[in-house]
């Protein structure tokens, strides 16, 4: 089992496992459930997965296991964060580019002037989101008729995104009734 996780100060589950020692138990049930899966995007539409801080860990692990197998499919990768340091799984998301032709990764960074190497873009993902140059980015036209994108870290961003891609036709999942719309929140 893997964590990516920031403390939250006044969060529910953070400081108690921050709180956590060496050899200490956690305790999970024995196998992981929810909605939040790419298994039911078919193989010739394109994903688009957005995500902010933390939020990035679901898509590792979504990655890991289905990129391989889907060769056909285009997928992009658009990560937000505040600093260019703070781009968890940069390096494997660089990589995954190398090595796969139909992946793309876009990082953006919202504090530029803090990281004094960055040449990548910048400013907030909902900004992003409606600018025609992620199309070019992604690689891909970002269109509910071919597309699926997921949306998660916070909630703000999700909540922005969601309007912006409803205004675009996509359509949001409820419940068991899956759209091409795909957020969870923090």
């Known amino acids: 089992?893997?964590?990516?996780?920031?403390?939250?100060?006044?969060?529910?589950?953070?400081p108690r496992l921050f709180a956590t020692s060496c050899g200490d138990r956690n305790f999970m049930v024995?196998?992981?459930?929810?909605l939040f899966t790419i298994g039911e995007v078919a193989?010739?539409?394109?994903?688009?997965?957005?995500?902010?801080g933390t939020g990035i860990a679901p898509y590792i692990s979504m990655l890991r296991s289905h990129v391989p197998d889907s060769p056909a499919q285009r997928i992009a990768?658009?990560?937000?964060?505040?600093?260019?340091?703070?781009l968890g799984y940069r390096n494997e998301l660089e990589?995954?580019?190398?090595?796969?032709?139909?992946f793309t990764y876009v990082p953006v960074i919202s504090r530029p002037?803090?990281?004094?190497?960055?040449?990548?873009?910048?400013g907030r993902i909902p900004a992003w989101l409606e600018n025609?140059?992620?199309?070019?980015?992604?690689?891909?036209?970002?269109?509910?008729?071919?597309?699926?994108?997921?949306l998660y870290g916070n909630p703000g961003m999700?909540?922005?995104?969601?309007?912006?891609?409803?205004?675009?036709?996509?359509?949001?999942?409820?419940?068991?009734?899956?759209g091409n719309l795909h957020m969870e929140k923090y």
């Open 43 to 52: 193989k010739n539409q394109n994903l688009l997965m957005v995500a902010t």
């Open 132 to 150: 025609p140059e992620l199309v070019k980015a992604c690689g891909f036209g970002i269109d509910p008729e071919s597309t699926h994108v997921f």
């Open 158 to 178: 999700i909540e922005d995104a969601t309007e912006i891609h409803t205004n675009k036709g996509f359509k949001a999942d409820k419940a068991r009734d899956l």
């Open 1 to 14: 089992v893997e964590f990516y996780i920031a403390l939250v100060s006044d969060g529910a589950l953070t």
């Open 30 to 34: 024995p196998r992981a459930k929810g």
């Open 77 to 86: 990768v658009l990560h937000g964060a505040s600093y260019s340091w703070d």
């Open 113 to 122: 002037k803090e990281s004094l190497d960055w040449k990548g873009m910048a």
């Open 95 to 102: 990589e995954l580019v190398g090595c796969n032709d139909g």
